[in-house]
């Protein structure tokens, strides 16, 4: 990746993008920003399909031109710690219950689905964690099972990206926000000084925390915000541009809850300075109507929506000629929080 690169990484659920086709997610990102993100644990029931097939993941999800990341963790499961695991295996709590996966495993996923690139088997731990008995456990078995990966992968065909340690200057940044309030979480993110010269994955949760990974050099980010917030019937309604006093979305909060009756009448769209399929075509009146009578259509709006205002937000940052226009670009959003 060249300096400064960042970009969303999409997670999916299922063995698809939650509420959106591959060409609704195409119509949002470019051709250079389309990576999709499945974790090992979804991997590992496409396994054999793919092996039938003799197709790759991102083929069998009819997302052929997308880069596809194979990860620890479901970021749809939220921030949590895995579950209790062994030195033999990784454990991780399911929908369909407590799953394990073994470096053999991990492996023939990896064969399998044929991912772009690979995340090594890790635990997570809090980038500000203090060094417990357990969290010293989790790092041993982490280091344990990132030997054991690279080995088995040494001759494969997929980039294999490492957990984060004191000695790498890029990877897995296998700590999310967990306990650190968002400072701690900047301060010990811009503490890794991530290089620029291989890959970097990281996992936001708020946009707060996107911007921390954007100036933190973090490459690869993966985030269910838009799918977070659409669940709530908000919408991400910051303002990207700055290059006004008033917010070209004509208000001053960052997003907006649309369940609120004080859009009854609003036909304007979400954001005036907003292309995006939601925008050009439905305006807030009828998205709050759609709330009021739990039409799911409204999920699907705002997730399109949101994930096209956060896409438009990384891509000012990255395609920023200098590094004051990318502080600034923070600066401006982050005040709007």
Same mark, same amino acid.
């Given at each position: 990746?060249?300096?400064?690169?960042?970009?969303?990484?999409?997670?999916?659920?299922?063995?698809?993008?939650?509420?959106?086709?591959?060409?609704?997610?195409?119509?949002?990102?470019?051709?250079?920003?389309?990576?999709?993100?499945?974790?090992?644990?979804?991997?590992?029931?496409?396994?054999?399909?793919?092996?039938? +097939?003799?197709?790759?993941?991102?083929?069998?999800?009819?997302?052929?031109?997308?880069?596809?990341? =194979?990860?620890?963790?479901?970021?749809?499961? #939220?921030?949590?710690?895995?579950?209790?695991?062994?030195?033999?295996?990784?454990?991780?709590?399911?929908?369909? #219950?407590?799953?394990?996966?073994?470096?053999?495993?991990?492996?023939?996923?990896?064969?399998?689905?044929?991912? @772009? =690139?690979?995340?090594?088997?890790?635990?997570?731990?809090?980038?500000?964690?203090?060094?417990?008995?357990?969290? *010293?456990?989790?790092?041993?078995?982490?280091?344990?099972?990132?030997?054991?990966?690279?080995?088995?992968?040494?001759?494969?065909?997929?980039?294999?990206?490492?957990?984060?340690?004191?000695?790498?200057?890029?990877?897995?940044?296998?700590?999310?926000?967990? %306990?650190?309030?968002?400072?701690?979480?900047?301060?010990?993110?811009? +503490? =890794?000084? =991530?290089? %620029?010269?291989?890959?970097?994955?990281?996992?936001?949760?708020?946009?707060? $925390?996107?911007?921390?990974?954007?100036?933190? *050099?973090?490459?690869?980010?993966?985030?269910?915000?838009?799918?977070?917030?659409?669940?709530?019937?908000?919408?991400?309604? &910051? @303002?990207?541009?700055?290059?006004?006093?008033?917010?070209?979305?004509?208000?001053?909060?960052? $997003?907006?809850?649309?369940?609120?009756?004080?859009?009854?009448?609003?036909?304007?769209?979400?954001?005036?300075?907003?292309?995006? /399929?939601?925008?050009?075509?439905?305006?807030?009146?009828?998205?709050?109507?759609?709330?009021?009578?739990?039409? &799911?259509?409204?999920?699907?709006?705002?997730?399109?929506?949101?994930?096209?205002?956060?896409?438009?937000?990384? *891509?000012? /940052?990255?395609?920023?000629?200098?590094?004051?226009?990318?502080?600034?670009?923070?600066?401006?959003?982050?005040?709007? /929080?």
């Amino acid at each position: 990746m060249e300096s400064n690169a960042c970009f969303l990484l999409i997670p999916m659920k299922k063995g698809c993008v939650p509420n959106l086709t591959p060409d609704q997610l195409r119509a949002i990102l470019q051709p250079e920003e389309r990576y999709i993100g499945i974790s090992m644990f979804d991997a590992n029931e496409f396994s054999s399909l793919c092996t039938e +097939s003799q197709l790759s993941f991102s083929q069998l999800a009819a997302m052929g031109d997308f880069k596809s990341v =194979l990860t620890c963790r479901s970021t749809f499961q #939220g921030p949590h710690c895995s579950a209790p695991s062994t030195d033999k295996c990784l454990a991780s709590n399911h929908e369909r #219950g407590r799953v394990v996966v073994s470096v053999d495993t991990w492996n023939t996923i990896v064969d399998a689905v044929k991912p @772009d =690139l690979a995340v090594t088997m890790c635990d997570t731990i809090p980038l500000g964690a203090n060094q417990t008995r357990k969290q *010293r456990a989790a790092k041993r078995r982490s280091e344990l099972w990132n030997e054991a990966c690279v080995k088995k992968q040494q001759n494969g065909n997929c980039l294999v990206v490492q957990p984060y340690t004191n000695d790498h200057s890029s990877g897995f940044v296998h700590s999310i926000p967990q %306990s650190e309030n968002l400072l701690e979480f900047a301060v010990n993110l811009q +503490s =890794l000084k =991530l290089s %620029s010269k291989s890959v970097s994955i990281g996992v936001a949760f708020s946009i707060p $925390q996107l911007l921390a990974s954007l100036v933190g *050099r973090v490459e690869l980010i993966e985030s269910t915000i838009p799918w977070d917030l659409a669940d709530k019937g908000i919408a991400l309604v &910051m @303002d990207i541009n700055g290059d006004s006093d008033k917010p070209l979305s004509g208000v001053s909060e960052p $997003q907006i809850d649309l369940n609120s009756a004080e859009f009854t009448y609003d036909i304007g769209p979400l954001c005036r300075d907003c292309t995006c /399929y939601t925008c050009k075509r439905h305006h807030r009146a009828y998205i709050h109507h759609l709330l009021t009578v739990q039409e &799911m259509n409204s999920s699907i709006l705002l997730v399109i929506h949101n994930l096209s205002r956060m896409a438009q937000l990384v *891509r000012k /940052y990255r395609t920023a000629t200098t590094d004051e226009a990318r502080a600034n670009i923070v600066k401006h959003v982050i005040t709007q /929080y």
